[in-house]
């Protein structure tokens, strides 16, 4: 039986693709904007049976695939799809590190600020640098909806992974959004957001704590690893996912270090006096 979608307003639909997981929830949102002529958001990874099922519900010419950045749930279909279909290919081409699809390569990259016709509506560009270097999401005009990938996700928090994660833009990047007062944001994982300022306003506070709590741990054990203050920091997080809270911490580290609040030698933190 083919995947069901749903129609969020008129000309915009939403397909999740086959790919649950811890870090993808329930898989990744891919969008459809259009009906005479369809743009694709983020088709997601290449899954020949998520390809067949966005062409059979487009049911109309795919004119353009575009993504929010180039991690492996998100963008590598888009380079089988728009070669499936003669689509314009947009976004912006991959930094250089791990888990990044290098497959991807866009016949035109989209720069922050610029507005886009694509299935029958606007969309706003905005650079959203944090989670991925590279992050793009995308402002519908008509509904002032905002389209974001994993910059802001339903239900969770998204890793921020150095080098290519950054928490001061992705705290910079987070606010950036905040102020454009979006009236829903859909994530790229996960349902629809209502709250928009709410859920930003949360993300920004639940950093920023654990930002504290990072401080108050290099306070009282100076001169430790990245992995070694893990356990004083994460504390209310499953030992399972201490790697991925290390690379967090590490973001936060760096944070503090870009504020001249750390400093490091030989891998070991410290507070600045």
């Not at 487009?58 to 689509?87: C, E, F, N, Y």
């Not at 030698?265 to 507070?271: E, K, M, T």
Request: glycine share 8%; charged share 20%.
């Amino acid at each position: 039986m083919m995947p069901t979608f749903t129609e969020l307003a008129p000309g915009i639909r939403r397909l999740v693709a086959p790919n649950p997981s811890m870090m993808t929830g329930p898989g990744t949102n891919t969008y459809l904007f259009g009906s005479d002529e369809v743009a694709v958001l983020d088709p997601g990874p290449d899954i020949d049976s998520h390809l067949l099922v966005i062409q059979d519900i487009a049911a109309a010419p795919i004119r353009w695939v575009l993504v929010t950045h180039t991690h492996p749930d998100h963008s590598p279909a888009a380079v089988q799809l728009a070669r499936k279909t003669g689509a314009q290919l947009l976004g912006s081409s991959p930094p250089i590190g791990r888990h990044q699809d290098m497959t991807f390569a866009p016949d035109r990259e989209l720069r922050d600020g610029e507005r886009i016709s694509v299935g029958g509506c606007e969309l706003d560009v905005i650079h959203t640098p944090g989670h991925a270097s590279n992050h793009l999401c995308y402002r519908q005009v008509e509904l002032n909806w905002i389209f974001t990938g994993d910059h802001v996700i339903d239900g969770s928090t998204v890793v921020i992974d150095p080098p290519d994660g950054n928490m001061s833009h992705y705290i910079a990047s987070l606010i950036k959004v905040k102020n454009l007062q979006p009236a829903v944001l859909a994530p790229g994982h996960g349902e629809l957001i209502h709250d928009p300022l709410r859920a930003i306003e949360w993300i920004i506070d639940h950093r920023l704590q654990r930002e504290a709590k990072v401080v108050a741990a290099l306070s009282e054990n100076p001169r430790l690893t990245s992995i070694q203050l893990v356990p004083h920091v994460y504390k209310d997080v499953d030992k399972k996912l201490y790697g991925w809270a290390e690379r967090s911490l590490l973001a936060h580290l760096l944070k503090l270090e870009d504020d001249q609040r750390a400093q490091q030698g030989s891998g070991r933190w410290s507070l600045l006096p």
